[in-house]
């Protein structure tokens, strides 16, 4: 089952159970408010080990400050590491904000987004990984999860939200336990108190889950995570 290091207390946009770094985001865009030339900058999530210790996963997110708060913005890639023989796979989404946030032209050609991708589970074998990608936009009141599932053995890669059902935000909760091969979300619109939880497969097949609960397995660890060193451009 999963096990989580002490850590303080974070802040989540959309309050999921596994949040991102937004108090990390909000603190580095306020130091940067006095300057006029973009500033990137870096932060490492917690890496999340296998269930046989063979695989870590961790995240490298970048922030792109402007002047312009509107003109903001936050970028990941999700990196799978083998840790006996140190082989490093690059997990990109195909959600709406998501690209490489190494690549110049990307930084032009979506100002204002926000695409973080985080690990958050296993699956009991370690077959599968499970990681969030949160996507919003500085300024606007869009914010919403996707789920990307990572194949150990094929190195597919699938991303998944619900569909065939309404909804302004998306609350990516981790695997089902009735069907651990599914995802699980919360999913609603602003404004309504009780939002509805719906079971998502591999084809996007959307089913209401009154019931169900999550599971996930790995181990998180602090190893190298938090902000990292930056350069001004």
């Not at 150990?152 to 569909?163: C, G, I, Q």
């Not at 609960?213 to 902000?227: D, E, K, L, M, Y």
Request: net charge negative; glycine share 6%; hydrophobic share 40%.
């Amino acid at each position: 089952m999963m096990s989580f290091p002490a850590q303080s207390v974070s802040f989540d946009p959309l309050n999921s159970p596994y949040p991102v770094p937004w108090n990390w985001v909000m603190a580095t865009l306020s130091e940067q408010k006095a300057s006029t030339s973009p500033t990137f900058r870096y932060y490492r999530s917690q890496s999340l080990i296998s269930p046989d210790e063979t695989y870590a996963a961790y995240s490298r997110i970048q922030l792109q400050s402007s002047s312009d708060f509107t003109q903001n913005r936050v970028a990941s890639i999700l990196f799978v590491e083998n840790l006996q023989t140190g082989e490093l796979q690059t997990i990109l989404p195909a959600a709406p904000f998501s690209d490489n946030p190494f690549v110049a032209d990307a930084m032009v050609q979506q100002p204002g987004t926000i695409a973080i991708l985080i690990p958050i589970a296993w699956s009991e074998n370690g077959d599968r990984l499970l990681a969030r990608e949160f996507e919003s936009m500085f300024g606007s009141g869009l914010a919403s999860d996707f789920a990307v599932i990572w194949e150990r053995n094929s190195k597919r890669t699938y991303t998944l939200a619900p569909t065939q059902v309404q909804y302004s935000n998306a609350v990516l909760l981790g695997w089902s336990q009735a069907q651990p091969d599914r995802v699980l979300f919360r999913a609603g619109n602003m404004g309504e108190t009780e939002w509805p939880l719906y079971i998502v497969d591999a084809d996007g097949q959307t089913t209401c889950a009154p019931d169900d609960r999550t599971i996930g397995f790995g181990q998180f660890a602090n190893h190298w995570s938090g902000p990292q060193s930056y350069f001004c451009a």
